[in-house]
């Protein structure tokens, strides 16, 4: 895509004018380097100031002969393009054409080109290139308050085109900024390297010769070498690095320490996994850090993050750390490096409890079960009321009832020995198979009472989200997370609104939830795995009191370093991280802090494995006694009765 003349300069007729040999030489030797080092299909951008027309005119007319870019003209850094248009790539390549080094015509190029409707928008990545070129000289102090305007908006990547300068200025005159060594006409290439040294680190301290483009014929380079070298080495030369480190309270992220000694000295100092992690990085990219500390924040506010863009523009911070999510990405000014922890945030629902040991008797058969039971003796006490009272005359009286018949087949399926046998063997017969039925019975009932006794099992515990909404149990979370379903699903947050519980605080929900099973708590699974450790979530028999929901998961996020976005320190960093993250060193970290924090709690696990055996001694045994007991004083208390209702009698007769 071309921006036409007409477009840039508003249809008015323009006067041409014929171009020396320096400058079409200038033209050929931009074209070389388009084609040797511009990415082709991304954008080049070719900016001039309106008295350079006729060379941005020629530029272009050669380098579109090959249509390997799409190509943007602007002119005094107007783009002419709808401010909602995505076409200019921040990642392309850009030629700035200034006539002979001014400052600030280049100064205003560079402010058109990062301003969009009179704002400042996302600036560009550190793997743009830049090349800045003039047929005439630029001096050695133009060249380098080009580079450090460069270097103020991270941008190192860029070279100066322009004809040899042979006089220095005074006020550099002595000194070897330059190392000429050839002479007659041509163009040559300056660069400069930042973290040569710890004292000139960002500030440009001296400018290099690249290469020289001879005017002769076609013109060409005489050493043929790459023009855009690798600015940023493996080794910083201890240059600082300017940290923002947010104080979360929290072991996993950063944490401000201080601590008073009983000589009354104290000591403050700075802990945390990310900011060991940070420190890792740096003793890998030779830098000391420069911290500055920032009290605990919930979150980053719009407050707080405007003044660290302010910072991070101003090159007062240079990377964020302290649990800082992908959330503050939706600021164009921010690049995250690449995530070393991946964060859960989920719902915790009260864990399946144990059933009493009083409610397993009626757990070893089901409601159905019983009721066959029930009716099954129901109908051999019908039975055998009929077989002793129709069959024989000679069988005894206590058959030819219902109750007493009723009675004996109770006392049968009870293990107890009846008052009477039966005589005829129709009513043996069925006595028989009733005994048979009894016993099986009561060995199986036993069998499973006794299991229960030892272990009663777990109630069955909500185990999904549709089961939790299902059961109208009431839901809290701390007040700075109402953001996620804000931007959630509105059926979701409807029904999280509904079911909200009504705590005092957030520490009385985790109460609540812990020991009366009735809320559901949303939480991070990092402080979940902290309060399994120090055994918060933990009861008096080493069970889990809150248990994560598989789908119960409402947030994903991972942790990252912030950094300003196009920091060339970016892509260091992120090889660093991602050796250690596949190294799996953070995980490492967190795996000792958990058990650190086990051994401080004092919680001993009592989990034994499926096959092993349990204990079993009179704890266990105490329903069957509290049962006996209970029999037992039933049993005398209907004996008294008996004895007292016969004396009763033998008074009245």
């Not at 163009?187 to 000139?200: I, K």
């Not at 405007?306 to 990377?319: F, G, H, Q, R, S």
């Amino acid at each position: 895509m071309i921006l036409l003349f007409s477009a840039i300069t508003n249809g008015a007729p323009q006067i041409s004018r014929t171009l020396n040999l320096q400058e079409i030489h200038l033209v050929r030797c931009l074209k070389y380097i388009s084609h040797r080092y511009f990415t082709p299909g991304r954008t080049v951008v070719i900016s001039s100031p309106a008295n350079y027309r006729e060379v941005q005119q020629e530029l272009i007319a050669e380098i579109h002969q090959t249509s390997l870019w799409p190509i943007v003209v602007t002119v005094d850094g107007n783009i002419r393009i709808p401010a909602n248009s995505n076409f200019v790539d921040r990642d392309g390549s850009y030629i700035i054409l200034i006539p002979n080094g001014n400052i600030k015509t280049f100064m205003d190029e560079i402010n058109g080109l990062v301003q969009t409707n009179f704002r400042f928008t996302r600036l560009w990545n550190y793997e743009t290139r830049f090349v800045v070129a003039g047929a005439n000289e630029f001096s050695i102090s133009q060249q380098r308050n080009i580079f450090e305007y460069f270097s103020n908006f991270r941008i190192y990547n860029c070279i100066i085109v322009t004809q040899e300068y042979y006089a220095l200025d005074k006020e550099f005159r002595g000194k070897n900024w330059v190392n000429i060594v050839e002479t007659g006409k041509k163009l040559v290439v300056y660069t400069w390297f930042p973290y040569q040294r710890s004292d000139h680190c960002t500030e440009v301290n001296a400018v290099t010769l690249l290469d020289s483009w001879v005017i002769t014929a076609q013109g060409q380079f005489t050493k043929n070498t790459d023009l855009f070298p690798r600015k940023i080495s493996n080794n910083l030369n201890r240059c600082p690095m300017k940290a923002f480190i947010r104080d979360t309270n929290t072991t996993y992220n950063a944490i401000y320490v201080q601590r008073t000694f009983s000589n009354g000295s104290s000591l403050e100092y700075m802990e945390g996994f990310e900011y060991q992690l940070l420190n890792v990085v740096l003793q890998k990219m030779n830098m000391r850090l420069v911290h500055d500390f920032t009290p605990n924040v919930s979150y980053l506010n719009v407050e707080t993050t405007i003044k660290l863009i302010v910072a991070m523009v101003a090159k007062e911070i240079y990377i964020a750390v302290g649990g800082i999510g992908t959330d503050v990405l939706s600021v164009s000014y921010f690049d995250s490096t690449n995530p070393y922890y991946m964060m859960r945030m989920r719902w915790y629902v009260p864990c399946s409890v144990k059933y009493p040991r009083w409610s397993s008797i009626f757990r070893i058969l089901s409601v159905e079960l019983w009721l066959v039971l029930i009716i099954t003796i129901v109908i051999a006490a019908v039975s055998t009321t009929l077989v002793g009272r129709y069959s024989c005359t000679l069988e005894w009286k206590r058959y030819k009832s219902l109750s007493s018949s009723l009675t004996n087949i109770w006392a049968v399926i009870l293990g107890v020995s009846v008052s009477t046998m039966p005589r005829t063997p129709s009513l043996r017969s069925l006595f028989l198979g009733w005994v048979c039925f009894s016993v099986a019975f009561s060995t199986v009932f036993q069998s499973f009472l006794t299991s229960f006794l030892i272990d009663s099992g777990y109630k069955t515990p909500i185990q999904n989200m549709d089961e939790l909404f299902a059961s109208g149990m009431k839901l809290a979370y701390r007040p700075e997370y109402s953001y996620i379903f804000e931007q959630g699903d509105e059926t979701e947050l409807t029904k999280v609104q509904r079911n909200l519980a009504n705590c005092p605080s957030y520490d009385v929900c985790l109460d609540w939830a812990k020991y009366q099973k009735n809320v559901s708590i949303l939480m991070i699974d990092t402080n979940a795995e902290d309060y399994y450790s120090n055994g918060f979530f933990v009861g008096d028999n080493s069970e889990h009191l809150m248990c994560g929901l598989e789908d119960g998961v409402v947030y994903f996020t991972g942790l990252h370093m912030v950094m300003f976005y196009g920091d060339p320190l970016m892509r260091r960093v992120n090889e660093i991280i991602a050796r250690f993250f596949e190294a799996g060193l953070y995980d490492f970290w967190i795996t000792i802090n958990s058990e650190k924090g086990k051994l401080l709690a004092w919680k001993k696990a009592n989990f034994l494995p499926p096959k092993a055996y349990y204990s079993f001694n009179l704890y266990h045994m105490q329903p069957a006694f509290y049962i006996f007991f209970i029999g037992c004083f039933l049993s005398a208390h209907c004996f008294i009765i008996e004895l007292l209702y016969n004396c009763v009698l033998n008074k009245r007769y």
